[in-house]
């Protein structure tokens, strides 16, 4: 079981920042990757930025340049660096955490959201 809780969301004027950070708790030392995903009304929830163990890093092309993402393994947190905001950026952001199960296995954990809203 991984639970994961987010903050710092808000509102913002275009050209603002946010950090958006998340602390996860639970079966952490099985957590293989963490990142950040976002979803606006009506549309499906996609990728925003993921971290890996090994320093790896993935950012969805819109926010490439942006947006950094950081990982703390030992403190089980990751944070989102937005700078530049976007009214297009305006979604709900979810934590997310993949946990390895087994040998081979794999689960997914997503945190509750957390509110993003950039005005023009």
């Known amino acids: 079981q991984v639970n994961l809780v987010e903050s710092g969301g808000g509102s913002v004027q275009a050209g603002g920042s946010l950090l958006l950070s998340c602390a996860a708790s639970g079966d952490i030392f099985s957590i293989s990757r963490m990142g950040w995903y976002r979803q606006a009304p009506g549309n499906q929830r996609e990728l925003v930025a993921t971290?890996?163990?090994?320093?790896?890093?993935e950012y969805a092309p819109s926010v490439e340049g942006r947006f950094t993402i950081s990982r703390d393994i030992a403190a089980h947190t990751v944070s989102l660096q937005m700078n530049n905001l976007k009214p297009e950026d305006t979604a709900v952001y979810y934590c997310?955490?993949?946990?390895?199960?087994?040998?081979?296995?794999?689960?997914?954990?997503w945190g509750q959201g957390t509110q993003v809203t950039v005005s023009s």
């Open positions: 971290a890996w163990k090994n320093g790896r890093r």
């Open positions: 997310s955490a993949v946990r390895v199960v087994g040998s081979t296995g794999w689960a997914n954990h």
